[in-house]
């Protein structure tokens, strides 16, 4: 191991300083979700890759993870889904227009776009996981010549709570988009596909050495997703999941998001499935 | 290399002669049995025969509290605060922190190399000096001998009559330069052995702990271990931190800092509504267990632990890292070795 | 924005937590600032229809006092639980392991009948607390702290880590190593590790952590020479409420 003692530290770098960047456009989902653009100054580009987060910093509140849940092929600003849970989400929830957040990023790994390149990509999305695939879908959209099929199954918890409604609507009346749903609880107005999310996998038509899987949702969700994959013949080596955990740093300093000897903030969040087979704290 | 003699009567002498070009930090005295690092005042008040510190030379790299940056609520407007480098000599240093603190340059560069740490270590000088192991060390087990004097720029190893001194780099000689010391021509004496040992070879320790993620060390542990976090604080390659904002009362300002923060507290890995990552006492014990001698070493090839013996002797359980190992030695022994 | 509507309560304690007899000086100024105090039993006559954060400081030892918590409770927003006794029972609690008839006896002699008393209550037996200030007597810290969160409308963080902790981010000598019996390890932290840092131990005023091995605890303090019941006494001073049930 080298000494770094007195050798130049001129690489080194302002790892924790954030960029202020104004809310310039807010949209309520749900009664818990809101979308946020968030326009960095001159317009600058964040730089990110589909599946990469960013660290967002509110004064005297703290910072919180959130995926960037555009696609970088959309210019000009970028996106976040946030879920009111907490401290932070919670005054974020009462911000207004043309306020201003702190971000620090993109960090993170992001989705391995080239490996999904000329191949059919299925999407598997539970609840708030949609968040950060909605930058992959679009990612997919604006660049449809580059990708076979793109299916996507999608589970919300009740039809109350389906983000991005009306883009929901356009992948469904999409000639170029299979797309699947379904609620656990539908309200008396629902008419479409009840149940939970692995429920949508058995009928999928697919071609499985084509296809290329990338899933994201709560942690209980991933254990039955795998099962529902695995029991249709899809080749563990071609799925893909996003993860998450506590994160503080986002740079593989603060230690919080390790799972074994993996940062998720740094290796992840989105890991290949055969690589989390050694990380026995991961699913 | 040429050796001095640096006799026990001029140690106040050369601690005055460093103190004359830069800050000296060294061991002092500190309560009625402990000693720690802390800026040099007095020369007299330095004690260079100690067993270890409470902190090791971390501290001031990586400071237990640091702000990272203060903020206006009036504005939303942030400052970020300044990083000062160490430009100092530290004094007295054992081989096993110096190592520590290679250890930490690693994770601290890796990947996205960090400025509050490594601006505050680049400009450090260490002059090391050997020890005693006591009940506690096991450095040597891990590949630091008690004289080990690699990368220090000048070491000090004990001898009945006061020290050797040699001078290792370039900086180390500007700082013994114009102290006036007899050439040392004696022997070396045989170096005191470690009292306690890890009974494998460094290089078969991934292997053993390969085969150990589901001993039962883990939940007998846990059952002592009260999860106070001691073990982590102490140890001079541990680096978790957390960051939390503090408003003043007056409410129109605060602050951002980061304090040092361990796996073995249950809080480290809980999120918003309660979920806790790592809920049991023992994944715990075994996290931080599996961060000294497989995670990172596996990357490295090097163990992260450099057998200081704090996390063990401050542990008012009485858990020792040591005995956890040579459980897991043992075990992997009969399970894989004899039965292959 | 309107200011906050704040009370402050009291009830059975032993007065050393209550907020003007700590030594907040000029803060105690900027915190006024920041709230409109409607309804303390010191200082103001009157009661109040409604509050945006209650203090209250105490624990609940009479029928009395469960009618009174539970009127605080129904016109506040946040109800904040003030030093270990309203937080955890306090010292109070303490009577709680002996029977309630033999309480009654030693404290007010003949007249017993005429005092019904409860256990010991912490606030939390018997109403919602939103959020605590630990300690005994509170610490001052953490209350500057709580109140600026609360102020600024956020949930103030409840440190759940060991004293252990802050004594080493300080660099304490540990006091264990002085002979002494310590219940750092499992007492939860924020008071800045007070007392060992003056070279005392921590007889655990500001309640346990949560999870905390108390079996570990036990074998600690018998290791380092108390006797089982003993240690089970050491323990038990701050912790009655929250040590019931829990296998000695
Ligand atoms: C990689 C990643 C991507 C995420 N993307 C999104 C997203 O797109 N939309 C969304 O709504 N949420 C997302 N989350 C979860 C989000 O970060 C938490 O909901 C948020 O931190 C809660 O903060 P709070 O202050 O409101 O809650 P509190 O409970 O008050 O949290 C306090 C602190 O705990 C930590 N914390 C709590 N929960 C989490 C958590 N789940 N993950 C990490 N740290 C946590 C944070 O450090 C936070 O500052 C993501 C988390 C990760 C790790
Ligand atoms: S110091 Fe001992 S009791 Fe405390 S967390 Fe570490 S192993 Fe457990
Ligand atoms: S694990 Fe223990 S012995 Fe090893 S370096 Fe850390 S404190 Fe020292
Ligand atoms: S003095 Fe008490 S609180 Fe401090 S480290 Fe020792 S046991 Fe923990
Ligand atoms: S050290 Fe222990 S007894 Fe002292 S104030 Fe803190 S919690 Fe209370
Ligand atoms: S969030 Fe800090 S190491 Fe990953």
New binding site residues.
């Given amino acids: 191991m080298t000494n770094a003692s007195r050798t130049p530290s001129a690489e080194s770098r302002d790892l924790y300083l954030p960029v202020m960047a104004a809310i310039t456009d807010i949209r309520k989902m749900t009664e818990f979700e809101t979308l946020y653009e968030i326009t960095l100054p001159g317009g600058a580009e964040l730089g990110h890759q589909p599946g990469q987060f960013v660290e967002v910093s509110l004064f005297g509140m703290g910072e919180a993870p959130f995926s960037v849940s555009s696609s970088p092929t959309r210019k000009g600003s970028f996106e976040m889904g946030v879920r009111r849970v907490g401290m932070l989400t919670d005054v974020m929830d009462r911000m207004q227009l043309g306020e201003k957040i702190g971000v620090r990023g993109p960090f993170g790994n992001g989705v391995p776009v080239e490996k999904f390149k000329g191949k059919d990509v299925l999407i598997v999305a539970g609840g708030i996981g949609l968040v950060p695939m909605r930058s992959m879908i679009n990612y997919v959209l604006d660049n449809r010549g580059d990708f076979d099929r793109l299916i996507i199954c999608y589970g919300a918890r009740s039809d109350g709570e389906l983000l991005f409604t009306d883009e929901l609507k356009m992948w469904a009346d999409d000639p170029r988009v299979e797309f699947h749903v379904t609620v656990d609880h539908g309200s008396t107005a629902w008419t479409g596909h009840t149940g939970v999310i692995t429920t949508l996998i058995p009928g999928l038509d697919l071609d499985m050495p084509q296809t290329r899987v990338l899933v994201c949702g709560p942690p209980v969700m991933y254990r039955f997703v795998l099962l529902a994959l695995r029991s249709k013949g899809v080749a563990e080596e071609n799925i893909y999941m996003s993860l998450e955990r506590r994160m503080k740093c986002g740079v593989g300093k603060c230690g919080h998001c390790q799972i074994n000897s993996s940062y998720v903030c740094q290796d992840g969040p989105v890991y290949h499935y055969p690589d989390l087979k050694g990380l026995q704290e991961a699913l | 290399m040429v050796q001095y003699l640096l006799e026990d009567s001029r140690v106040v002498d050369f601690v005055s002669h460093l103190q004359a070009c830069k800050t000296v930090y060294a061991p002092h005295r500190k309560g009625t049995s402990s000693f720690a690092f802390a800026p040099v005042d007095d020369p007299t008040a330095v004690v260079l025969d100690y067993n270890r510190t409470l902190h090791s030379v971390k501290k001031y790299f990586l400071p237990p509290t640091e702000t990272l940056l203060s903020f206006d609520l009036r504005t939303n407007e942030f400052t970020e605060s300044e990083i000062v480098p160490c430009d100092a000599v530290f004094l007295g240093v054992h081989s ?1 922190d110096l190592r ?1 603190v290679h250890k930490l340059d690693h994770n601290f560069r890796q990947e996205n190399p960090e400025k509050n740490y490594l601006r505050r270590r680049e400009e450090a000088a260490f002059v090391g000096v050997s020890f005693e192991p006591d009940a ?1 060390h ?1 450095s040597g087990s891990v590949g630091i001998g008690s004289r080990d004097s690699s990368g220090f720029d000048v070491f000090l190893t004990r001898i009945a009559a006061g020290y050797i001194l040699t001078a290792h780099t370039p900086v180390g000689q500007e700082l013994v330069d114009g102290f006036v010391m007899p050439e040392y021509t004696g022997d070396l004496p045989v170096p005191p052995g470690f009292k306690q040992h890890i009974y494998v070879p460094q290089d078969k320790l991934s292997e053993v702990f390969e085969h150990s993620y589901r001993n039962d060390v883990w939940l007998e542990t846990a059952e002592k271990c009260v999860g106070c976090g001691t ?1 982590n604080l ?5 680096y978790c931190f957390n960051v939390e904002d503090t408003v003043e009362i007056t409410i129109d300002g605060g602050s951002r800092a980061r304090t040092w923060d361990g796996c073995m507290l249950r809080s480290f890995t809980e999120v918003a509504g309660g979920e806790v990552f790592r809920e049991e006492s023992a994944a715990r014990q075994r996290h ?1 267990v599996y961060r ?1 001698f497989k995670y990172i070493s596996d990357r490295t090839g090097e163990p ?9 002797q401050a542990c008012t359980a009485g858990i020792s ?2 005995s956890i190992v040579n459980r897991l030695v043992n075990d992997y022994d009969r399970e894989v070795v004899e039965t292959a | 924005m309107a200011k906050p509507r704040v009370g402050i309560f009291d009830f059975t304690g032993c007065e050393g937590c209550e907020l003007n007899q700590l030594n907040f000086e000029d803060q105690l100024l900027d915190i006024l600032g920041h709230v409109d105090i409607v309804e303390w039993r010191e200082a103001m006559d009157g009661q109040v229809d409604e509050l945006d954060i209650a203090f209250v400081e105490g624990s609940l030892s009479t029928p009395e006092c469960i009618t009174r918590i539970h009127e605080i409770r129904r016109k506040s927003k946040v109800l904040v639980a003030l030093g270990a006794c309203a937080v955890q029972g306090g010292v109070n609690a303490m009577k709680n392991t002996r029977p309630i008839e033999e309480v009654r006896e030693e404290v007010y002699g003949d007249q017993k009948y005429l005092f019904p008393t409860l256990p010991a209550l912490p606030l939390s037996a018997v109403v919602k607390v939103d959020f605590a200030v630990r300690g005994c007597p509170m610490t001052q810290i953490e209350f500057l702290k709580v109140f600026t969160s609360l102020v600024m409308g956020k949930a103030p963080i409840e440190p759940d880590s060991a004293v252990c902790v802050e004594c080493k981010l300080k660099e304490n000598e540990c006091v264990v190593d002085k002979g002494m019996i310590c219940l750092g390890p499992i007492t939860r932290m924020g008071c800045g590790a007070r007392c060992p840092t003056f070279g005392q131990y921590c007889n655990g005023c500001r309640g346990l952590v949560s999870a905390p091995n108390i079996e570990g605890m036990q074998e600690i303090l018998v290791e380092k020479g108390l006797a089982m019941d003993e240690a089970w006494k050491r323990l038990q001073l701050y912790n009655a409420n929250q040590l019931e049930g829990v296998q000695r």
Avoid: H, L
């Fill in positions: 096993y520590a506690f096991f073990c102490v140890c001079p390659t541990c931080r000294k992260w632990c450099v057998g200081c013996g704090r996390c063990n890292i040591v």
